[in-house]
């Protein structure tokens, strides 16, 4: 057995010996209180059916996490939990539901089923998408890719762009990697330059006739179905305007996208953002000028994708979540929330993601 498929094997025998023996609820009372924030992006539905399923979470799970926690935990917006969290008023522990970009069915599907349950969740949107009705990178190298193949696409991406050594090593993965989707997205995402990136996936989606902007409603909500969701009560954050890889822009570019994004709430909702969280997530993708940016900004927490729970006292710009999509398993959320997952943690085991 590999050291990794070993660690996975620990984890879940320890994550299903909590849930079913309800040892959990020991753990929980033994440990202090803390907070789990879990992030997702959407509610699997017909509007985001292109999506691939790490970004969606089914409605039954979703309602089966909300219902279990509920009765054991607070269920808070980022913003009440941050507040708690920095004033160390945190008395139990206490859940987050948040939901990255802003897709439609938020407003369609998630909304609905949080309130019948009582809870509310906090949105983290894109604001260029929703001002603009303009599709963030990835979406165009999906489409273009369903569309072209993966072949062609590196051929015809090669072919335009005005960056040899981003050009190098796309053709380097490619011969050697088979040209994956991951291995495609990995290079575009780190390798090549950003606003080069940026032009040459416009002249494609053109030269292909592909409607970024028709996807682009079918995804996301509009301003009035994000004034809508505020008005109801859920939360809306920010999330940069065109979903940058912060840790690639420069200090210049980084206040754009973190400071434009909320002036765009506070302009469009009358309230400004009290929550950031940085595109994909991972410590590689922002870093600490981007953490004082968000500080600087106004923002009371920024959110990031690495795993674990937060505890009074943590540093509110490098909050961690728990990812939530069509894999969820309540018994490892529920590790997480009790305090298991960190005891391992403590003791010198990091349970895998
Ligand atoms: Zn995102």
């Known amino acids: ?20 023996t309800g040892l ?77 970009d802003g897709y439609v069915d938020n407003l369609t599907h998630l909304a609905p089923l949080l309130e019948s349950l009582g809870v509310r969740a906090t949105i983290y949107v894109e604001t260029r998408a929703l001002s603009e ?3 963030n990178w990835t979406h165009s190298l999906f489409l273009l890719l369903d569309h ?35 291995h495609i997205k990995r290079v575009l995402k780190y390798e090549v330059q950003r606003l080069d990136r940026e032009r040459v996936l416009e002249a494609l989606m053109q030269a292909e006739r592909l409607d970024g902007r028709a996807l682009c409603d079918t995804l996301y909500m509009t301003w009035a179905q994000a004034r809508e969701l505020h008005t109801r009560g859920h939360e809306i954050g920010a999330h940069t305007e065109s979903h940058a890889i912060l840790s690639r822009c420069s200090a210049d570019e980084q206040r754009q996208e973190i400071e434009g994004s909320r002036a765009a709430i506070q302009r469009e909702l009358g309230a400004a953002p009290a929550s950031f969280a940085y595109p994909f997530g991972r410590e590689w993708d922002w870093n600490d000028s981007a953490a004082r940016a968000v500080t600087t900004a106004g923002y009371t927490s920024s959110t990031t994708t690495h795993p674990g729970t937060n505890r009074p006292g943590c540093d509110m710009v490098r909050l961690k979540r728990v990812m939530v999509d069509e894999d969820v398993r309540l018994d490892l959320l529920v590790a997480e929330a009790c305090g298991g997952f960190d005891l391992l943690r403590k003791l010198g085991f990091q349970p895998p993601a």
């Open 148 to 182: 072209l193949g993966h072949a062609a696409f590196v051929a015809r991406y090669c072919a335009l762009a005005n960056d040899a050594k981003g050009v190098a090593q796309l053709q380097a993965v490619a011969q050697q990697q088979g040209a994956s989707t991951y």
């Open 133 to 135: 009705r303009r599709l």
């Open 24 to 100: 959990h609820a020991l753990v929980q009372r033994l440990s202090r209180p803390r907070v789990l924030i879990l992030a997702g992006h959407c509610v699997s539905a017909d509007s985001n059916a292109s999506l691939s399923k790490d970004t969606k979470v089914r409605a039954a799970d979703l309602v089966r996490i909300v219902r279990f926690f509920g009765r054991r935990y607070d269920i808070l917006t980022m913003q009440e939990a941050a507040q708690r969290l920095r004033a160390g008023t945190l008395a139990r522990s206490a859940i987050v539901l948040t939901m990255d």
């Open 1 to 20: 057995m590999s050291k990794h498929r070993l660690k996975l094997a620990v984890r879940n025998a320890v994550a299903r010996t909590l849930y079913a």
